[in-house]
């Protein structure tokens, strides 16, 4: 695919700027200014409007733009109050002063963002006499829940008066929003610098008269300081922020930056994808907790600006082997949010995990139940998953041993409470009296599980995936028990996922479909929509060699594959929309989770095809950025362009971890570093030949490795730097249907020449 030269703008009415549980969300223009606008902290809107104006009048726009993740610019242009005596010819009674003058006042507003936020105002007069100029600022607060915002409620499920207080001091001045709710202890303070004239407070307005001598230039300073439930969080940044990059901000992500594995390849669209997607996942962490823990990252920018665990969990597992720290500080963090109790109207149970933890105002008032909400069946499994692939990654015996209160409390949760009816498969049940939590396993919307006629699915469902990710989570954590010396517990692990796996494809499979049901449903009727499901079973493991090629290949007919990647369901199926959450869009992080599922059981062919769909979708969209979820229209003439899920999140932090995934199946990098040893089974496509990753962590050792094609089509692989104890070793995954014994040994016996 040739460059795509006008690329999809994301937020077409919106500029975002993030950074931990703070967002700054302003027109195209630069301005809070109404909408969906605002400074928000936490989900709250506490900033609802910051409009700027010069003598009284809105400057002519100029240009606004996100400069990096948590900051942005803009610039305005404004008349000289001066008039024409301002510009070249002021004798001239005819002459309105020309472009000197109605240019005169140029006006710089930069934005930062993190803790609070601070902004800084740089009015320079560009006319050629004195002039003095009043700049106004029109503010207030309406402590929206965004949820309430970004519905577009016409009531307010939450809302109270707001007060106004504004105090002079000699160092500065502050105007107080207080929030009048008896349960929602919540403020804004925004602290304005003092200035020769000013700041005075008027009719709602913040005003200053500056003075400004030609080619003067003076800087006014702004924090937003939210109050939320009484505590004053300060910003993070300062005056002059772009000089200075010296916070706890910037040291985690030059952090996470230094600790990064890095992808060199001459494959511009490839290249621009990876950069894209690690910078990305720099930008995310929530700064929440201690030690490794603040590098757990948001799911996404600008809804999911919080802790939701299924989420960091998947980008943690995804990316681990560009850097394992974001898993690391999840899994630790997430261990302290474990279900501790039975709790109906949380769904909560002893061991589970938590789905979302969220203090947003709805969630502190109880008007939902997502200030701690467990109502998932995805996240116990990923949470055993993830803290074997980090043990596999990295080696990390102490860590392991730190967690093992909270694996065995998640094992213990599965066999006691997982399974509502006995029956050995894990059904999904809500106690949620609106039904918010109808669907629990990946797809968890309410209308995700359909029958085959569109009629909605009653609970408790046993969907397709979450067998395989329990599968998964035995058959790893026994793995991981057999590492640690415990041989009974490992043992015991593995003939319980062997269990499952032979009943799982005996209930689930459809051989007229020549795929596995989505579902079973309450009655244990085989669910026989067509959807991606499950091609997280691939990922799993938990599918028979003799359906793996099957399944694939349903997985990629045209009613399912897009071009740009496989759809949540059929186009055949009677609610199919493109544009529906889990009825037809494709999401990134799903489909590298499928092309990892192809690699698994050595299904090269549609890797390639599937990695090429998802990476060509990065050239078509703004910074090569993948959203949330993309269309679901078919890639052809008449749809060049897959579009976006209408609320999609961009970054979202699975999306950005997904291409990492997708390279770590193209490469075939399984570390074993318990064993000091990395597997290999690179086999890369025709349209990307040669690639190198550099700085791979596998335990204590660090390798930098290059892959590249030849001209018969077979890839290679050689060891370009090496520290620490490693052994590097050709062999594909155990369940390749296409490595037979002879190309097993050839590969084994070539891993022990020197590299």
Same mark, same amino acid.
């Given at each position: 695919?040739?460059?795509?030269?006008?690329?999809?703008?994301?937020?077409?009415?919106?500029?975002?700027?993030?950074?931990?549980?703070?967002?700054?969300?302003?027109?195209?223009?630069?301005?809070?200014?109404?909408?969906?606008?605002?400074?928000?902290?936490?989900?709250?809107?506490?900033?609802?409007?910051?409009?700027?104006?010069?003598?009284?009048?809105?400057?002519?726009?100029?240009?606004?733009?996100?400069?990096?993740?948590?900051?942005?610019?803009?610039?305005y242009a404004a008349p000289t109050p001066a008039g024409r005596m301002a510009g070249a010819e002021p004798d001239d009674p005819e002459s309105d002063g020309g472009e000197i003058a109605k240019k005169a006042i140029l006006v710089q507003v930069n934005r930062f963002v993190?803790?609070?936020?601070?902004?800084?105002?740089?009015?320079?007069?560009?006319?050629?006499?004195?002039?003095?100029?009043?700049?106004?600022?029109?503010?207030?607060?309406?402590?929206?829940?965004?949820?309430?915002?970004?519905?577009?409620?016409?009531?307010?499920?939450?809302?109270?008066?707001?007060?106004?207080?504004?105090?002079?001091?000699?160092?500065?001045?502050?105007?107080?929003?207080?929030?009048?709710?008896?349960?929602?202890?919540?403020?804004?303070?925004?602290?304005?610098?003092?200035?020769?004239?000013?700041?005075?407070?008027?009719?709602?307005?913040?005003?200053?008269?500056?003075?400004?001598?030609?080619?003067?230039?003076?800087?006014?300073?702004?924090?937003?300081?939210?109050?939320?439930?009484?505590?004053?969080?300060?910003?993070?940044?300062?005056?002059?922020?772009?000089?200075?990059?010296?916070?706890?901000?910037?040291?985690?992500?030059?952090?996470?930056?230094?600790?990064?594995?890095?992808?060199?390849?001459?494959?511009?669209?490839?290249?621009?994808?990876?950069?894209?997607?690690?910078?990305?996942?720099?930008?995310?962490?929530?700064?929440?907790?201690?030690?490794?823990?603040?590098?757990?990252?948001? %799911? /996404?920018?600008?809804? +999911?600006?919080?802790?939701? =665990?299924?989420?960091?969990?998947? *980008? !943690?597992?995804? @990316?681990? $082997?560009?850097?394992?720290?974001?898993?690391?500080?999840?899994?630790?963090?997430?261990?302290?949010?474990?279900?501790?109790?039975?709790?109906?109207?949380?769904?909560?149970?002893?061991?589970?995990?938590?789905?979302?933890?969220?203090?947003?105002?709805?969630?502190?008032?109880?008007?939902?139940?997502?200030?701690?909400?467990?109502?998932?069946? %995805? /996240?116990?499994?990923? +949470?055993?998953?993830?803290? =074997?692939?980090?043990?596999?990654? *990295? !080696?990390?015996? @102490?860590? $392991?041993?730190?967690?093992?209160?909270?694996?065995?409390?998640?094992?213990?949760?599965?066999?006691?409470?997982?399974?509502?009816?006995?029956?050995?498969?894990?059904?999904?049940?809500?106690?949620?009296?609106?039904?918010?939590?109808?669907?629990?396993?990946?797809?968890?919307?309410?209308?995700?599980?359909?029958?085959?006629?569109?009629?909605?699915?009653?609970?408790?469902?046993?969907?397709?995936?979450?067998?395989?990710?329990?599968?998964?989570?035995?058959?790893?954590?026994?793995?991981?028990?057999?590492?640690?010396?415990?041989?009974?517990?490992?043992?015991?692990?593995?003939?319980?996922?062997?269990?499952?796996?032979?009943?799982?494809?005996?209930?689930?499979?459809?051989?007229?479909?020549?795929?596995?049901?989505?579902?079973?449903?309450?009655?244990?009727?085989?669910?026989?929509?067509?959807?991606?499901?499950?091609?997280?079973?691939?990922?799993?493991?938990?599918?028979?060699?003799?359906?793996?090629?099957?399944?694939?290949?349903?997985?990629?007919?045209?009613?399912?594959?897009?071009?740009?990647?496989?759809?949540?369901?059929?186009?055949?199926?009677?609610?199919?929309?493109?544009?529906?959450?889990?009825?037809?869009?494709?999401?990134?992080?799903?489909?590298?989770?499928?092309?990892?599922?192809?690699?698994?059981?050595?299904?090269?062919?549609?890797?390639?095809?599937?990695?090429?769909?998802?990476?060509?979708?990065?050239?078509?969209?703004?910074?090569?950025?993948?959203?949330?979820?993309?269309?679901?229209?078919?890639?052809?003439?008449?749809?060049?362009?897959?579009?976006?899920?209408?609320?999609?999140?961009?970054?979202?932090?699975?999306?950005?971890?997904?291409?990492?995934?997708?390279?770590?199946?193209?490469?075939?990098?399984?570390?074993?570093?318990?064993?000091?040893?990395?597997?290999?089974?690179?086999?890369?496509?025709?349209?990307?030949?040669?690639?190198?990753?550099?700085?791979?962590?596998?335990?204590?050792?660090?390798?930098?490795?290059?892959?590249?094609?030849?001209?018969?089509?077979?890839?290679?692989?050689?060891?370009?730097?090496?520290?620490?104890?490693?052994?590097?070793?050709?062999?594909?995954?155990?369940?390749?249907?296409?490595?037979?014994?002879?190309?097993?040994?050839?590969?084994?016996?070539?891993?022990?020449?020197?590299?």
């Open positions: 695919m040739g460059i795509a030269l006008n690329r999809f703008q994301m937020f077409p009415e919106s500029l975002y700027a993030s950074s931990g549980f703070s967002v700054v969300a302003t027109s195209v223009h630069g301005q809070i200014d109404g909408g969906h606008d605002g400074f928000y902290f936490r989900q709250t809107r506490f900033l609802c409007r910051l409009v700027l104006t010069v003598n009284g009048e809105r400057p002519t726009f100029v240009s606004a733009n996100p400069v990096d993740s948590y900051s942005m610019i803009a610039h993190g803790g609070g936020m601070h902004q800084d105002l740089l009015v320079t007069n560009h006319g050629l006499r004195e002039t003095e100029v009043e700049l106004a600022f029109e503010v207030g607060a309406d402590y929206a829940d965004v949820e309430e915002i970004i519905e577009g409620r016409g009531l307010r499920l939450q809302n109270a008066e707001v007060s106004t207080r504004w105090v002079e001091a000699a160092d500065g001045c502050e105007l107080t929003f207080t929030y009048q709710h008896p349960q929602l202890p919540h403020g804004t303070v925004l602290r304005f610098a003092r200035h020769e004239d000013g700041p005075r407070f008027d009719a709602g307005k913040v005003v200053y008269r500056v003075r400004l001598a030609p080619r003067q230039r003076h800087r006014l300073c702004l924090d937003v300081i939210p109050l939320f439930l009484g505590e004053r969080i300060e910003p993070v940044y300062g005056c002059e922020a772009f000089h200075s990059r010296s916070t706890r901000l910037d040291r985690v992500r030059e952090t996470w930056s230094e600790q990064c594995a890095t992808l060199k390849t001459p494959n511009h669209q490839v290249q621009a994808a990876w950069d894209r997607s690690l910078y990305d996942l720099g930008s995310l962490p929530l700064h929440e907790g201690e030690g490794d823990e603040v590098y757990t990252p948001a %799911a /996404g920018i600008p809804l +999911y600006q919080e802790l939701y =665990a299924r989420d960091p969990l998947t *980008t !943690g597992w995804q @990316a681990s $082997i560009a850097s394992p720290l974001l898993l690391k500080g999840t899994l630790q963090l997430l261990g302290r949010y474990l279900g501790t109790r039975y709790d109906p109207a949380h769904d909560e149970q002893p061991g589970r995990t938590i789905q979302q933890a969220k203090m947003s105002p709805l969630a502190l008032l109880g008007a939902n139940p997502f200030l701690r909400y467990y109502g998932d069946y %995805a /996240g116990p499994g990923m +949470y055993l998953i993830s803290a =074997a692939s980090y043990f596999v990654q *990295t !080696g990390d015996r @102490a860590f $392991i041993q730190h967690l093992m209160p909270n694996l065995l409390a998640v094992l213990e949760w599965i066999d006691r409470d997982a399974d509502i009816d006995g029956d050995g498969f894990y059904e999904y049940e809500t106690h949620q009296a609106d039904k918010r939590g109808k669907n629990q396993g990946w797809m968890d919307s309410p209308e995700a599980l359909l029958y085959e006629d569109g009629r909605m699915m009653p609970n408790p469902i046993a969907v397709v995936e979450v067998q395989g990710y329990y599968f998964a989570a035995k058959q790893l954590m026994g793995l991981v028990f057999l590492f640690l010396g415990d041989y009974g517990r490992g043992r015991e692990l593995l003939a319980q996922a062997q269990d499952l796996k032979r009943r799982f494809n005996q209930a689930f499979w459809l051989p007229d479909e020549k795929t596995f049901a989505q579902a079973l449903d309450p009655d244990k009727r085989p669910v026989r929509n067509i959807a991606s499901n499950p091609g997280h079973c691939l990922a799993c493991g938990i599918v028979d060699r003799d359906k793996a090629a099957a399944v694939a290949g349903r997985l990629m007919a045209p009613d399912m594959f897009s071009g740009w990647g496989i759809r949540t369901l059929s186009s055949e199926h009677p609610a199919f929309n493109p544009f529906a959450y889990h009825l037809g869009s494709v999401w990134p992080s799903e489909n590298a989770s499928i092309a990892l599922g192809f690699k698994r059981y050595g299904l090269n062919s549609l890797l390639h095809d599937l990695a090429r769909g998802i990476l060509d979708a990065t050239e078509i969209f703004d910074q090569y950025r993948l959203p949330e979820a993309i269309g679901g229209y078919q890639r052809s003439r008449e749809h060049p362009h897959p579009g976006i899920y209408p609320q999609s999140n961009a970054p979202q932090s699975w999306s950005s971890s997904a291409i990492v995934l997708l390279i770590q199946a193209l490469t075939g990098l399984f570390p074993l570093a318990p064993l000091h040893t990395l597997v290999v089974d690179p086999d890369l496509p025709e349209w990307l030949p040669e690639l190198t990753l550099e700085n791979l962590q596998v335990g204590e050792a660090r390798v930098s490795l290059r892959f590249h094609r030849d001209a018969t089509g077979h890839t290679h692989y050689e060891v370009l730097a090496r520290t620490g104890k490693l052994h590097l070793m050709r062999q594909a995954p155990p369940e390749s249907l296409t490595s037979g014994f002879g190309d097993r040994l050839a590969d084994l016996v070539t891993s022990l020449l020197p590299h």
